[in-house]
């Protein structure tokens, strides 16, 4: 089932960033947002999580406020709020692989990330496995391919970051039971430059 999707990253005259992924197809629609900002450490310190759904007239609505002046969570869904404990370092779906991202650019090899994902805390650790050239729609691109490490093996989950282009995410391929699901960049923009095809040797 093909899913067309628009990932984009903005800055706000705020100096926060917001990082938002709508994807629709004619069964529904998602809309993921994070708002965050980056400490002078390059640390991303996330403020706001938000992931709303509607597919086949089922809805699905929830809210992370991270309050850290008093390290307090806020989780909201189907208007029931909930508050829990805040650890220094918490990151939300998004913004962990936003930190994967700048982690790797900074030639850092160790990734672990505590992320708290539908008001649960839960730790996100990913290798290097490979560095490769990828084939996508807008040609070959510079990659390095990162994993996910788990416990279990059931669920396999596998990104491509343009080395290129800032580690912009130009693939990701999730395999759990036997289904694969994968998001593969149709186009896209790095700082108002669109993202162009590595240029190919060719033999004379």
């Given at each position: 089932?093909d899913i067309v999707a628009?990932?984009?990253?903005?800055?706000?005259?705020?100096?926060?960033?917001r990082?938002?992924l709508?994807a629709?197809?004619i069964f529904?629609?998602?809309?993921?947002?994070?708002?965050?900002?980056?400490?002078d450490?390059?640390?991303?310190i996330?403020?706001?999580?938000?992931?709303?759904?509607?597919?086949?007239?089922?809805?699905?609505?929830?809210?992370?406020?991270?309050?850290?002046?008093?390290?307090?969570?806020e989780?909201?869904k189907?208007?029931?709020?909930?508050?829990?404990?805040?650890?220094?370092?918490?990151?939300?779906i998004?913004?962990h692989?936003?930190?994967?991202?700048?982690?790797?650019?900074a030639?850092k090899?160790?990734f672990?990330?505590?992320v708290?994902?539908?008001g649960k805390?839960?730790?996100?650790?990913?290798?290097?496995?490979?560095r490769?050239?990828?084939?996508?729609?807008?040609?070959?691109?510079?990659?390095v391919?990162?994993?996910?490490?788990r416990?279990?093996?059931?669920r396999?989950?596998?990104?491509?970051?343009?080395s290129?282009?800032?580690?912009?995410?130009?693939?990701l391929?999730?395999?759990?039971?036997g289904?694969?699901?994968?998001?593969t960049?149709?186009n896209?923009?790095?700082?108002?430059?669109p993202?162009?095809?590595l240029k190919?040797?060719?033999?004379?």
């Amino acid at each position: 089932m093909d899913i067309v999707a628009e990932h984009r990253l903005e800055k706000l005259e705020s100096g926060q960033y917001r990082e938002t992924l709508d994807a629709k197809n004619i069964f529904g629609k998602i809309n993921e947002q994070a708002l965050f900002t980056v400490a002078d450490n390059q640390q991303v310190i996330p403020q706001e999580y938000s992931y709303r759904r509607s597919l086949i007239g089922i809805k699905r609505a929830e809210k992370q406020v991270f309050d850290w002046p008093n390290l307090k969570l806020e989780y909201t869904k189907k208007d029931q709020t909930t508050t829990s404990p805040l650890q220094v370092g918490s990151l939300d779906i998004i913004t962990h692989k936003l930190q994967l991202r700048r982690d790797i650019k900074a030639g850092k090899e160790i990734f672990s990330y505590p992320v708290i994902s539908r008001g649960k805390l839960k730790q996100y650790a990913y290798e290097i496995v490979a560095r490769e050239v990828l084939e996508t729609a807008i040609g070959p691109l510079n990659t390095v391919l990162v994993q996910r490490i788990r416990e279990d093996q059931k669920r396999t989950t596998k990104i491509w970051l343009a080395s290129d282009w800032d580690y912009l995410a130009v693939r990701l391929e999730q395999i759990e039971n036997g289904e694969s699901h994968e998001m593969t960049i149709i186009n896209g923009q790095v700082d108002n430059q669109p993202v162009a095809p590595l240029k190919m040797a060719t033999e004379i």
